[in-house]
């Protein structure tokens, strides 16, 4: 191991589910939406990645202006009377 703590341990519940302690959490930085890839080595070894996946594929990229006062999209078009689509909640 990395460091000179314990081991953590979690038990696994009866669905398969563990706990990752939060200490583990906030040291590798997984948040909500994160996933975990499991592997087994030659030796046996559990192997856990971590897999961010908490933003979308293109949270990164720059809006591009789509010309109009904002409130006219490509998202609304056909849903303009549709209060779920409202943009005034």
Known sequence: MATEEAPKETKVSDRGMV???ADLR???DIKAGDK???DV???GNLLVEVVKQRYGAFDDFEPVSMGGGGSETHDLAGHEDDPAFSESS
């Open 41 to 43: 080595d030659d030796e």
């Open 19 to 21: 706990t990752i302690p």
């Open 36 to 38: 975990l890839r499991w």
């Open 26 to 28: 906030r040291r590798l």
